[in-house]
């Protein structure tokens, strides 16, 4: 077992460390990249619907188009594809290679889920067999299932086409993702789409990293909930003569790079609008750097999430966008300036998302608990 030492180091308070996530998360103030390089930095942007990676990048990009990021997919320098915490992410096409890689272990124990299902299915033979399914022409989850059941007619049906996504990289072809577009779900594996084959999974140090470098300061914890790993304290450990390390205010270890920005607690944080599941917040096991407690929850109702408002930097209320208003419901109340500076955030966003369309700005009320 490796050893750990008791946790040492500066104490960053919870505005230190939203200050120091927000610059390392590009919402401090906008971003000069192109759409490709955040989408790397970010390692990838939370995908489960087609709007939010264009929201995600729109909030932290200096002259941002949603066409931009609609162009890379369709030119397959970006995917969608099911990767960390086996949600939908948009990778560039270097990261779906080897990032689906790395947490492919995950996939496999997402599978003893399925196991009822899957009784007497050979998942090495429905690898193969599902990979020349959507490699001959993309398939529906619906045609997976289908297909495989003239195989294994006893098994589950929705079990086997879960399999085939567990067992293989399979990506959503365009023009699903594309903005302005529609399309249903089809899907074929990384290889057949970017036309090369997948890589050796990245060191794990290497990773670690990265993480760092988008999501920091973190703990072990934080970088395990975002990628739906365990085990990765060893690679924390070889890493620490190289790391600066801090604790929380509950004394929790945690790393980052010495030279990433940390910027003072008092740095202006302007109001950001985020689209439902924005990495922001969920990349992190103490999601406290973001959301009050006294909002803990507020973001979703069930399995549908919100869209979300930072006011300071931190989480205070959602927001929709209805036929003719961007509606938005703050949890408590804002003072004059804040509401001032949420209305020209609202005004740059939709000047960005909606040219040429028009839209009032309301305030509502938050009427769920």
Not at 58 to 64: D, K, T, V, Y
Not at 253 to 279: G, I, Q, S, V
């Amino acid at each position: 077992m490796t050893k750990t030492t008791s946790p040492v180091g500066p104490v960053l308070d919870v505005r230190a460390l939203n200050r120091a996530t927000l610059a390392r998360q590009l919402l401090l103030s906008p971003a000069e990249l192109s759409a490709k390089a955040a989408v790397e930095h970010l390692l990838g942007l939370q995908a489960q619907n087609v709007k939010p990676p264009y929201y995600a990048l729109a909030a932290r990009l200096e002259g941002f188009a949603p066409e931009q990021l609609s162009g890379l997919m369709a030119d397959r320098e970006v995917v969608r594809i099911v990767s960390m915490r086996s949600t939908i992410h948009t990778h560039t096409a270097d990261d779906c290679l080897t990032l689906r890689p790395l947490v492919q272990p995950a996939r496999e124990r997402e599978l003893t889920n399925f196991r009822k299902g899957l009784v007497g299915v050979d998942l090495d033979r429905l690898a193969v067999l599902a990979r020349k399914l959507v490699e001959d022409e993309p398939r529906t989850m619906g045609q997976l299932r289908e297909a495989l059941t003239v195989e294994w007619p006893d098994a589950d049906p929705a079990s086997l086409a879960v399999a085939a996504r567990c067992r293989l990289p399979l990506v959503q072809v365009t023009p699903r993702g594309l903005w302005g577009r529609s399309g249903q779900v089809a899907l074929t594996t990384a290889e057949h789409w970017l036309g090369r084959p997948a890589e050796q999974a990245p060191a794990v140090d290497a990773v670690v990293l990265r993480y760092l470098a988008a999501f920091g300061p973190a703990s072990v914890k934080d970088m395990q909930t975002w990628a739906g790993l365990t085990r990765l304290r060893e690679a924390f450990e070889r890493l620490r003569p190289q790391l600066s390390v801090f604790r929380d205010e509950h004394g929790v270890e945690l790393f980052d790079l010495p030279e990433a920005p940390r910027p003072d607690p008092e740095t202006p944080a302007p109001p950001r609008f985020l689209a439902e599941f924005d990495n922001l917040l969920l990349s992190h096991a103490d999601r406290g750097r973001v959301i009050p407690p006294e909002y803990w929850g507020r973001s979703w109702q069930g399995n549908q999430a919100y869209c979300t408002l930072l006011v300071d930097g931190f989480l205070a209320g959602v927001w929709r966008l209805e036929r003719d208003a961007l509606v938005v419901e703050p949890f408590g109340r804002l003072t004059g300036a804040q509401r001032h500076d949420v209305l020209a955030e609202g005004e740059r966003v939709l000047a960005v998302m909606h040219p040429g369309e028009s839209y009032d700005i309301r305030f509502g009320t938050v009427l769920r608990t």
